[in-house]
């Protein structure tokens, strides 16, 4: 999508959209040239988080299975649901889902004003590494390293359900009762917990969360903003279109 593409009809500050946009684009370069210096093993990953569901401009590498125009991971709704006042996220592991162990780096992008706006991510598949680590340790008597979450990297849908459901389970399991069991005050509170990690910063994730828990979309909208109401959570960056719930 063309940045005149996104600014059209929004009533976004085109000044501060043409910034960002040159931002960007003076990244593309940037990525490649990362990506090409640690070989196929480097995924380098541009965001625009005005877009949250398809916030992938520019890619170099393949490491996680994803292309221009895909939704940011987990990580990148978490960062989103901090806004500005989010931090760098580096040398992180997470593993994706067909198994490989990456280590990350994200690197917020703002603008002169000090809004976020994107990332930078630098993607390092160390599965190889990582195997001949373990051999290394077992044959030394250490014992194996702890076990590195699984990232859902993907569509928006998809990721928006995999954080679903991993706060839903455990905070099921936390009170060890289904939804179905919670009072309303839980209920509010699961509701803050999925804002938190920026689940709701995706345009149309309210029906698709009232449809994964089983209630309708006016219910998970009046949690929402509940959750909301008690407990605000810090304003996020310019998303606009994307922001909303």
């Known amino acids: 999508m063309s940045a005149q593409d996104r600014q059209k009809g929004d009533g976004r500050d085109g000044g501060r959209d043409a910034e960002r946009d040159a931002i960007l684009a003076a990244l593309v370069p940037v990525a490649d ?50 806004g500005d006042e989010a931090d760098d996220e580096l040398n992180y592991l997470t593993r994706t889902q067909d198994g490989k162990l990456v280590k990350s780096s994200t690197m917020l992008l703002r603008d002169s004003g000090g809004a976020v706006f994107g990332a930078l991510c630098v993607n390092l598949d160390i599965t190889a590494v990582q195997q001949v680590g373990s051999l290394i340790g077992e044959l030394a008597g250490v014992a194996a390293p702890a076990e590195v979450p699984t990232t859902t990297f993907g569509d928006s849908a998809d990721v928006i359900d995999a954080v679903v459901s991993s706060v839903v389970d455990a905070y099921q399991l936390k009170r060890s009762r289904p939804w179905g069991e ?64």
């Open 33 to 82: 040239g990362i990506a090409a210096t640690f070989g196929s093993l480097c995924e380098v990953v541009v965001h625009d988080y005005r877009w949250p569901e398809r916030s992938v401009v520019s890619i170099a590498g393949a490491v996680t299975g994803r292309g221009v125009g895909g939704a940011m991971s987990e990580i990148g709704m978490s960062m989103l649901a901090r």
């Open 182 to 245: 919670l009072d309303r005050t839980e209920r509010v509170e699961l509701f803050r917990g999925l804002d938190e990690r920026g689940v709701f910063a995706v345009r149309r994730a309210v029906p698709q969360v009232a449809a994964r828990l089983g209630i309708s979309r006016a219910s998970a909208y009046n949690y929402l903003a509940k959750a909301r109401a008690q407990d605000a959570p810090a304003a996020g960056p310019d998303t606009s279109q994307g922001a909303s719930a």
